[in-house]
């Protein structure tokens, strides 16, 4: 597994895209940035966007053995605590 800091992220498809790759050191001097984990794929698997030192959005992915997307679990991290979670098929298409 590895991890990586980005600025933000582009699209609508799942997973993410994320954009502007950050070195550890510039996120200090950031209020927001999203922390990316991979595994050994490299393959986007948790993503934690971060807002002034909270987390507010959390991605995690799972996926077929064809690497397509199988699953995905994106939590709104606020009072009520949102989980959606979503389902594909081994073509990547939503069940």
Known sequence: MRQAF????TGVRLPLR?????T???INNRNTFI?????????LVTVHKTVYGEV??????GYHDNGA????E???HDEDEEIT???FDEAGAPL
């Open 35 to 43: 922390l990316a984990t991979f595994d050994g794929d490299d393959r």
């Open 74 to 76: 994106i939590t709104i």
């Open 56 to 61: 507010v959005l959390g991605h995690q992915y």
């Open 69 to 72: 997307l199988k699953r995905a």
């Open 6 to 9: 980005y600025t933000t992220y």
């Open 85 to 87: 979670v979503l389902e």
């Open 24 to 26: 550890e050191a510039e």
């Open 18 to 22: 994320l954009v502007g790759p950050l």
